[in-house]
């Protein structure tokens, strides 16, 4: 089987359990939380996502990562996963103590100091998650990726689970004359009810792996571990970077929007709603990250690896300018998903779908940092990223209201993934065919734009309009096909 296809075939069983689980979320909990909840709501749970993101990259400091480099050698395995998953396990109980002593002065950082009950659940929430971070790596390095995908579809359903039971059925049954539980719910701070629906997902996916811990050795290799934590260090200055590239945009509007908390809260909820449109596209580089880092890795011994990784940038790029162009042709439809109320932000969406493909390229554009163990380029690549994100958000933010960190995202991945091909080319090179990954992206934008002219030019109605966008989809994709037919058969058929 093609190296390609096979990459492929796991990034669309990594995708299945990424895509199923946040299409859930999407078809059921978006629409959900858009129509129950008030724009300010949805605006608090947004903003705590965003800051449990940052927290679980300190939490887990990369250690999956670095259980990578160092356990993806048969031999190294069982010594690598039990000194990761020990560390994680001491430093993961004193974070998440530390957190809960000090919920009240965090809450009121965070300017909500009514509700320290949010801090700490979170607390347990990115703890479980933490502990859960080496199990699912090794899934990764074992080449296990339907247990993976098992297990992540099965967190979501256990969280919609609880989200119904605790906002849906409990209400239904007080209404029924079940007052005993009128005493457990606090219905002005029903946001709350999500969070403890997440914990209990998060504690439930622990438990479905601690099979992987049951069969570890209970040794620590202080030398190995302090190799670890060296690899692993510039990697976390990446990860915190890269959580505050695609989201410090949403706490940011709370700061800098207006000076009303109240109305910057409620543009932080329209906001979050237009990213749950762009998730889609998130998720297929999730999932190509997924099932891509252990691919590069287990192959950097391959006489023909850059020719390998040079056609994996090239197909990333191609089906990332697919998955782009579906969404735009279609927005008219999709945005239903949305509550009312939430849609005056998906003007913003175009933009962070073309940001999320140079997300995409600079995962492919950096691995060379990560084979060559040159991390610490990879973290002032990110650095420099975050400081594009924050620098533009604060200009734009004041003044563009949502728009500020779409543009913001897209000039930061812009500039990583530049960075990152550039650099590589200098201490690694690997042949990236650019001209044809440019035609890809700038081909996709060329038939959006047309879109837009012809719509504006006829003004169809919704009917009308989504045969048009299906037509001009059907011919970006003859003219992929007429142009590229033999490398598109290529990519993935070509045996090596």
């Given at each position: 089987?093609?190296?390609?296809?096979?990459?492929?075939?796991?990034?669309?069983?990594?995708?299945?359990?990424?895509?199923?689980?946040?299409?859930?979320?999407?078809?059921?909990?978006?629409?959900?939380?858009?129509?129950?909840?008030?724009?300010?709501?949805?605006?608090?749970?947004?903003?705590?996502?965003?800051?449990?993101?940052?927290?679980?990259?300190?939490?887990?400091?990369?250690?999956?990562?670095?259980?990578?480099?160092?356990?993806?050698?048969?031999?190294?395995?069982?010594?690598?996963?039990?000194?990761?998953?020990?560390?994680?396990?001491?430093?993961?109980?004193?974070?998440?103590?530390?957190?809960?002593?000090?919920?009240?002065?965090?809450?009121?950082?965070?300017?909500?100091?009514?509700?320290?009950?949010?801090?700490?659940?979170?607390?347990?929430?990115?703890?479980?998650?933490?502990?859960?971070?080496?199990p699912f790596a090794r899934l990764r390095l074992e080449n296990r990726p339907v247990r993976f995908a098992i297990i992540k579809t099965l967190n979501i359903l256990i969280n919609i689970f609880f989200i119904f039971l605790f906002l849906e059925v409990g209400p239904w049954l007080i209404g029924q004359g079940w007052e005993g539980l009128e005493a457990l719910y606090r219905w002005e701070t029903r946001i709350t009810y999500v969070f403890i629906a997440n914990c209990m997902a998060s504690a439930a996916v622990l438990m479905m792996l601690l099979p992987l811990f049951r069969k570890m050795k209970l040794e620590f290799d202080p030398a190995l571990w302090r190799r670890m934590l060296a690899y692993a260090a510039p990697l976390v200055i990446v990860g915190v970077a890269g959580v505050i590239n695609q989201l410090i945009g949403i706490p940011m509007?709370?700061?800098?929007?207006?000076?009303?908390?109240?109305?910057?809260?409620?543009?932080?909820?329209?906001?979050?709603?237009?990213?749950?449109?762009?998730?889609?596209?998130?998720?297929?580089?999730?999932?190509?990250?997924?099932?891509?880092?252990?691919?590069f890795f287990k192959n950097a011994g391959r006489a023909d690896k850059d020719k390998v990784y040079a056609q994996v940038g090239q197909a990333f790029a191609l089906a990332g300018s697919l998955v782009f162009i579906g969404i735009m042709l279609y927005l008219d439809l999709i945005q239903y998903f949305l509550g009312r109320d939430f849609r005056e932000g998906l003007g913003v969406v175009p933009l962070l779908l073309l940001s999320y493909i140079f997300l995409g390229l600079y995962y492919n554009f950096s691995i060379w940092f990560k084979l060559a163990d040159r991390t610490a380029i990879g973290g002032w690549i990110a650095t420099g990223g975050s400081a594009i994100t924050i620098g533009l958000n604060i200009w734009l933010i004041p003044t563009t209201g949502?728009?500020?960190?779409?543009?913001?995202?897209?000039?930061?991945?812009?500039?990583?993934?530049?960075?990152?091909?550039?650099?590589?080319?200098?201490?690694?090179?690997?042949?990236?065919?650019?001209?044809?990954?440019?035609?890809?992206i700038g081909s996709a934008l060329a038939i959006y734009g047309l879109s837009l002219w012809l719509d504006k030019l006829l003004q169809p109605g919704l009917a009308a309009a989504m045969s048009l966008h299906t037509a001009l989809l059907g011919l970006w994709l003859l003219g992929i096909l007429g142009i590229e037919r033999r490398q598109v058969r290529n990519l993935f058929l070509k045996r090596g």
């Amino acid at each position: 089987m093609s190296l390609l296809k096979k990459l492929a075939g796991e990034t669309a069983i990594y995708g299945t359990s990424s895509i199923l689980s946040r299409l859930l979320h999407y078809v059921i909990l978006t629409p959900y939380f858009t129509r129950v909840f008030g724009q300010g709501e949805y605006g608090v749970v947004s903003d705590m996502y965003t800051w449990a993101a940052l927290l679980l990259v300190l939490f887990t400091y990369r250690m999956e990562t670095a259980f990578f480099r160092y356990g993806s050698r048969e031999e190294d395995m069982e010594k690598s996963f039990s000194t990761a998953s020990l560390s994680l396990l001491a430093s993961t109980i004193v974070l998440a103590a530390l957190f809960v002593l000090a919920s009240q002065p965090i809450a009121a950082w965070l300017k909500y100091p009514e509700h320290p009950e949010y801090v700490i659940w979170f607390a347990f929430i990115i703890g479980l998650d933490a502990l859960s971070a080496i199990p699912f790596a090794r899934l990764r390095l074992e080449n296990r990726p339907v247990r993976f995908a098992i297990i992540k579809t099965l967190n979501i359903l256990i969280n919609i689970f609880f989200i119904f039971l605790f906002l849906e059925v409990g209400p239904w049954l007080i209404g029924q004359g079940w007052e005993g539980l009128e005493a457990l719910y606090r219905w002005e701070t029903r946001i709350t009810y999500v969070f403890i629906a997440n914990c209990m997902a998060s504690a439930a996916v622990l438990m479905m792996l601690l099979p992987l811990f049951r069969k570890m050795k209970l040794e620590f290799d202080p030398a190995l571990w302090r190799r670890m934590l060296a690899y692993a260090a510039p990697l976390v200055i990446v990860g915190v970077a890269g959580v505050i590239n695609q989201l410090i945009g949403i706490p940011m509007i709370k700061e800098l929007a207006s000076d009303d908390l109240e109305a910057n809260i409620r543009m932080m909820g329209v906001y979050s709603a237009a990213t749950k449109i762009a998730v889609l596209m998130n998720l297929f580089t999730q999932a190509f990250n997924y099932a891509a880092e252990p691919f590069f890795f287990k192959n950097a011994g391959r006489a023909d690896k850059d020719k390998v990784y040079a056609q994996v940038g090239q197909a990333f790029a191609l089906a990332g300018s697919l998955v782009f162009i579906g969404i735009m042709l279609y927005l008219d439809l999709i945005q239903y998903f949305l509550g009312r109320d939430f849609r005056e932000g998906l003007g913003v969406v175009p933009l962070l779908l073309l940001s999320y493909i140079f997300l995409g390229l600079y995962y492919n554009f950096s691995i060379w940092f990560k084979l060559a163990d040159r991390t610490a380029i990879g973290g002032w690549i990110a650095t420099g990223g975050s400081a594009i994100t924050i620098g533009l958000n604060i200009w734009l933010i004041p003044t563009t209201g949502y728009y500020g960190p779409g543009w913001a995202a897209l000039a930061c991945y812009l500039f990583m993934a530049l960075a990152s091909y550039w650099t590589g080319q200098k201490y690694y090179p690997i042949p990236y065919p650019m001209g044809r990954i440019m035609a890809y992206i700038g081909s996709a934008l060329a038939i959006y734009g047309l879109s837009l002219w012809l719509d504006k030019l006829l003004q169809p109605g919704l009917a009308a309009a989504m045969s048009l966008h299906t037509a001009l989809l059907g011919l970006w994709l003859l003219g992929i096909l007429g142009i590229e037919r033999r490398q598109v058969r290529n990519l993935f058929l070509k045996r090596g």
